[in-house]
C-alpha cells in the first residue's frame, strides 16, 4: 500500500484485490465499501465530505486523502468481504431494491434483482384490478407472505398506494427477526408517506379468512435439499429457513398451492417466485390445486422465475 491513500488510489487497489479473491464484482464491490467506511466514520473524523457520500460522489472525490480511521475501517470492511465471503448487502446492511434502498440484515435474504420481476408485475395487476372495478368503494386485498425483509410488499404499496387507495397491504413471515426487518423498512419507505402495512407473523397463508386475498405474492424458500451443500460461499451466509424447501426445493410452493386456492377470491392471482428451473413442476402444483389459468413467468435471462397463477 502506499504512503498517502485517495479515494481513486485506494479503489483502484481494492478492485485488484477483491479480484485475486475471487470476488465476481470486484470493482462495484470496493465502490460500496469504501462509500460505507467513509459515511460510518463520518460521525467519529472530520474530513473534507461533509454529506452521506454515495457511489456517484467517489468519482468526484477521487483526490481526497482518507484518515487513519477512515483505511482502519475499510479494512475490516474488505476482509469481512475478500476472506469471508459475506455478502456486501450484510456488511453495509442496505441493499437497493426496484426504486428504494432497504435495511438488510442476516436475519433475511439478500433481495436479488429477479425478484423485481415479481414487483413489476404485482403493480401492473394492482392498476388493472382498479381501472377494470365497477364501484369506487370496492377495496382490494394484497398479501405477500415469506416477505423476509418486506421488499415486495413494500415497493408495490409505495408506488400503488399514493394512486389508488382501494388496495390493501400485509407483509407476514413465520420469522420474527425477519419481521422486525420488514417493519423498519415499512417505517423508513412507508410512514413518511403514511401509507399503511399491516406486518404479521405467520407461517404461509395458515389462519388466513377463505376467499379474502386479491392478489398473493411470495417468494418462498426453493432450494433442493442436495443443492444446499452446492450453495456460494455468499449464499451460504444467508439464512436457511428462507432458502431450504425439502428434498425437491418445492415443499413451500406446494402448501402455497393448496393454501391459495382457498384464500383467493374467484379471479385472485398468486405470484410466487420459483427456481430457475422448476417452473413445469410448480405449474403441475397449481393446476392439480385446482388454479384456472397457470402461467410460467421468465425473467430477462430467459430462466424460469415465478409462477402467476389465477383461480
Given at each position: 500500500m502506499?504512503?498517502?491513500?485517495?479515494?481513486?488510489s485506494?479503489?483502484?487497489?481494492?478492485?485488484?484485490?477483491?479480484?485475486?479473491h475471487g470476488?465476481?464484482?470486484?470493482?462495484?464491490?470496493?465502490?460500496?465499501l469504501?462509500?460505507?467506511?467513509?459515511n460510518?466514520?463520518?460521525?467519529?473524523?472530520?474530513?473534507?465530505?461533509r454529506?452521506?457520500?454515495?457511489?456517484?460522489?467517489?468519482?468526484?472525490?477521487?483526490?481526497?486523502?482518507l484518515?487513519?480511521?477512515?483505511?482502519?475501517?475499510f479494512?475490516s470492511?474488505?476482509?469481512?468481504r475478500?476472506?469471508?465471503?459475506?455478502p456486501?448487502?450484510?456488511?453495509?446492511?442496505r441493499?437497493?431494491?426496484?426504486?428504494?434502498d432497504?435495511y438488510?440484515?442476516?436475519?433475511?435474504?439478500?433481495?436479488?434483482?429477479?425478484?423485481?420481476?415479481?414487483v413489476?408485475r404485482?403493480?401492473?395487476?394492482?392498476?388493472?384490478?382498479?381501472?377494470?372495478?365497477?364501484?369506487?368503494?370496492?377495496?382490494?386485498?394484497?398479501?405477500d407472505?415469506?416477505?423476509?425483509?418486506g421488499?415486495?410488499?413494500?415497493?408495490?404499496?409505495?408506488?400503488?398506494?399514493?394512486?389508488?387507495?382501494?388496495?390493501?397491504?400485509?407483509?407476514?413471515?413465520?420469522?420474527?427477526?425477519a419481521?422486525?426487518v420488514?417493519q423498519r423498512?415499512?417505517d423508513?419507505i412507508l410512514l413518511?408517506?403514511?401509507?399503511?402495512i399491516?406486518?404479521?407473523n405467520?407461517?404461509l397463508?395458515?389462519?388466513v379468512s377463505p376467499?379474502?386475498?386479491?392478489l398473493?405474492?411470495a417468494?418462498?424458500p426453493?432450494?433442493?435439499t442436495?443443492?444446499l451443500?452446492?450453495l456460494?460461499?455468499e449464499?451460504?451466509h444467508?439464512?436457511r429457513?428462507?432458502l431450504h424447501?425439502?428434498?425437491?426445493g418445492?415443499?413451500h410452493v406446494?402448501?402455497?398451492?393448496?393454501?391459495?386456492m382457498?384464500c383467493?377470491?374467484d379471479?385472485?392471482?398468486?405470484?410466487?417466485e420459483?427456481?430457475?428451473?422448476q417452473?413445469?413442476?410448480?405449474?403441475d402444483?397449481?393446476?392439480?390445486?385446482?388454479?384456472s389459468?397457470?402461467v410460467?413467468?421468465?425473467?430477462f435471462?430467459?430462466?424460469?422465475?415465478y409462477i402467476?397463477?389465477?383461480?
Amino acid at each position: 500500500m502506499t504512503d498517502r491513500w485517495t479515494v481513486g488510489s485506494l479503489l483502484k487497489w481494492a478492485k485488484s484485490y477483491l479480484q485475486k479473491h475471487g470476488i465476481a464484482s470486484p470493482r462495484l464491490d470496493a465502490e460500496y465499501l469504501i462509500v460505507h467506511a467513509l459515511n460510518r466514520c463520518e460521525q467519529d473524523v472530520k474530513s473534507l465530505h461533509r454529506s452521506k457520500l454515495t457511489r456517484i460522489d467517489l468519482y468526484t472525490h477521487f483526490d481526497q486523502p482518507l484518515s487513519e480511521t477512515e483505511l482502519a475501517c475499510f479494512k475490516s470492511l474488505l476482509i469481512s468481504r475478500a476472506r469471508d465471503r459475506l455478502p456486501v448487502a450484510y456488511i453495509t446492511q442496505r441493499r437497493g431494491f426496484w426504486q428504494h434502498d432497504f435495511y438488510v440484515t442476516r436475519d433475511v435474504l439478500v433481495p436479488r434483482p429477479e425478484t423485481e420481476h415479481i414487483v413489476q408485475r404485482a403493480i401492473e395487476i394492482c392498476r388493472k384490478k382498479v381501472l377494470d372495478q365497477s364501484s369506487i368503494s370496492t377495496v382490494y386485498q394484497m398479501v405477500d407472505i415469506c416477505t423476509g425483509s418486506g421488499v415486495i410488499a413494500i415497493s408495490v404499496a409505495a408506488e400503488i398506494a399514493p394512486s389508488t387507495p382501494q388496495w390493501r397491504f400485509t407483509a407476514s413471515d413465520i420469522s420474527a427477526s425477519a419481521l422486525a426487518v420488514a417493519q423498519r423498512n415499512a417505517d423508513e419507505i412507508l410512514l413518511p408517506q403514511s401509507i399503511d402495512i399491516t406486518i404479521e407473523n405467520r407461517d404461509l397463508l395458515v389462519g388466513v379468512s377463505p376467499e379474502s386475498i386479491d392478489l398473493l405474492t411470495a417468494n418462498p424458500p426453493y432450494v433442493t435439499t442436495s443443492e444446499l451443500d452446492e450453495l456460494a460461499l455468499e449464499i451460504s451466509h444467508e439464512p436457511r429457513l428462507a432458502l431450504h424447501s425439502g428434498e425437491d426445493g418445492l415443499e413451500h410452493v406446494r402448501r402455497i398451492a393448496e393454501q391459495a386456492m382457498s384464500c383467493l377470491v374467484d379471479g385472485g392471482i398468486a405470484l410466487v417466485e420459483i427456481g430457475s428451473q422448476q417452473g413445469k413442476a410448480a405449474r403441475d402444483l397449481f393446476i392439480a390445486a385446482g388454479f384456472s389459468t397457470v402461467v410460467i413467468g421468465h425473467d430477462f435471462a430467459g430462466h424460469d422465475r415465478y409462477i402467476e397463477a389465477t383461480k
